[in-house]
C-alpha cells in the first residue's frame, strides 16, 4: 500500500509547529509526495491560527510553487453541544481538507464523556468535515464505537495518525472496527515539523498486520482523495 499525499500538516499558524508552508511543502516534493495539505488547528486550540489565515491560506498555497497538489485546509474543533465548528462555512467553505478533532484545552477536553460523545455525534450528522482526526489518542475519551459506526453512516473517513500510533492495541481494534463497518480512513503524519511530513512508516505496518482493505484508505489515490473531499485535483 502506498499514501500518496499527507493530508494532515501543521506549521507555525499552529503555534506549536516549527516550520513555515513553503518548508512543509518543499519537504512533501522532495519526499516524492504527490500532495501535502496545510492543516493548521483553528482558534479552540491556545495559540492557533484565525479566520484571517484561513480566509488568506487558499491563495498562499494556490501561489508556492512547487510540483506537488498543495491543499488548503484546516484542523477544526467542536464548540458546543450542537456539534458546531469554531469557522462558519463563509470560511470552511473555502478550505479543501476540512477536519475535526478533540483537543486539550478546547470545549469538548472539558465535557463528560456522555455530552462529548453526543456532541461528536452530531457533528458527524451535521457533515460539516471529511475527516475525523486521530480518533486514538484523542487526550479524551468518547464512545469510540458508536463515533465509528455514525462516520461510516455518514461517508466521513477517520485517521489512522502517525504520531498517535504508540498504542498498537487500541490502533489495531480501531481498525478492526473500520474494517468491519466498511469505513473509509486517512493516514496521516499530523506533521508539526518538516521532518515528520510523509512519514507513516508505523500505520502502514500496522495497517499490513490486520489486513486492512486498500479500497477503504482514501489518500492511496488522487482520484479517492478528489472524490472524497469534492475537489478537483488538477488545478485552474
Ligand atoms: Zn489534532
Ligand atoms: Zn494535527
Known sequence: MQIVADLHT??????????????VCETAARRGLLGVAITDHGPMVPGGADKVYFMALQRMVDAIDVPIRVMSG?????????????????????LEIVKAGCHPF????EQSMKVRTDALLNAIALRRFRVFTHPV????????????????????????NESKIDDVRKNRSFLELCAKLNAYITVSSDAHVAEEVGGFERS????ETVGFPES???????????????????KG
Open 137 to 160: 489518542g484523542s487526550y479524551c475519551d468518547f464512545d469510540i464505537d458508536a463515533v465509528v459506526e455514525a462516520c461510516a453512516e455518514a461517508g466521513i473517513a477517520l485517521e489512522l
Open 204 to 207: 502502514l505496518s500496522i495497517l
Open 74 to 94: 484546516i484542523e477544526d474543533d467542536i464548540i458546543n453541544a450542537r456539534g458546531e465548528l469554531s469557522m462558519g462555512e463563509e470560511i470552511v467553505g473555502r
Open 10 to 23: 501543521h506549521t507555525i499558524a499552529s503555534g506549536h509547529a516549527a516550520d513555515t508552508i513553503r518548508t
Open 106 to 109: 478546547a470545549w469538548i477536553a
Open 216 to 234: 477503504l484508505v482514501i489518500n492511496t489515490s488522487t482520484d479517492k482523495i478528489a472524490s472524497h473531499f469534492g475537489i478537483s485535483w488538477k
